[in-house]
């Protein structure tokens, strides 16, 4: 079956823009995750989605970034002011949902973010 | 709170020889753990997972690792490298009512002729 998707694979914009990546889940997945990898800080946990619960917004850096989800399915990373730091590879992963056999996470193949 | 280090960023290896890659975690409640393999270019694939049943996990493409809660330990190995093996590995942690998976910084592996 299809995998998680993204989109676009690469993004090149100006700082200062406002910036979307879209992550579609796997079909029937209830949880989905963002990530975001870059060189000097490794992969980190952004943001997680679960069914209709408030995400879990603990690990965005800044409010300049912002996730929603639509539907239960499509979701989108929004960077508003985009800045040169933002430059990164931003993950999207879905899981069936939580616990020990809802926890495995699928990930995506990414969207490259480069901010000049 | 949750980290893992996996000791040595590159690794290289020849080709049929062992490949074992270094994880340690900490973790204030007992964990699940994970090694995801990543090619140039490419997302996260899950390797293999520990989730609190069999101590010994065997995964996809000839990998294993064990869990020793004495040692915090969750090292992978593989008997004999290929030349296909040549990835990053990124070892995880997770709190299965936790959300989040927390990473280490990743193993660069290298398999030579």
């Known amino acids: 079956g299809a995998g998680v998707s993204q989109s676009p694979s690469n993004k090149v914009t100006e700082k200062g823009k406002d910036v979307e990546l879209r992550c579609d889940p796997i079909?029937?997945?209830?949880?989905l995750y963002w990530y975001r990898q870059s060189l000097g800080q490794g992969l980190e946990f952004l943001i997680y989605f679960q069914g209709n619960s408030a995400p879990d917004k603990s690990g965005l850096p800044s409010d300049r970034f912002s996730a929603e989800r639509t539907g239960g399915s499509v979701s989108t990373l929004t960077i508003q002011r985009t800045q040169q730091e933002d430059s990164a590879v931003y993950l999207c992963?879905?899981?069936?949902?939580?616990?020990?056999?809802?926890?495995?996470?699928?990930f995506g193949p990414g969207t490259r973010l480069t901010v000049t | 709170a949750q980290s893992v280090t996996q000791l040595g960023s590159h690794v290289s290896v020849s080709e049929g020889a062992l490949v074992l890659l270094r994880c340690n975690y900490s973790s204030s409640v007992p964990p699940y753990l994970f090694w995801y393999v990543q090619y140039p270019n490419q997302g996260l694939q899950l390797l293999l997972k520990?989730?609190?049943?069999?101590?010994l996990v065997k995964g996809i493409n000839g990998f294993e690792a064990e869990f020793k809660k004495s040692e915090t330990s969750f090292h992978l190995t593989k008997p004999s490298a290929h030349m296909s093996d040549a990835a990053e590995y990124f070892c995880a942690v997770s709190v299965w009512t936790a959300s989040k998976l927390t990473f280490g910084t990743g193993t660069r592996l290298q398999v030579t002729l």
């Open positions: 079909s029937g997945h209830t949880a």
């Open positions: 992963a879905s899981s069936l949902g939580r616990g020990p056999t809802g926890g495995e996470q699928y």
């Open positions: 520990y989730t609190s049943a069999a101590t």
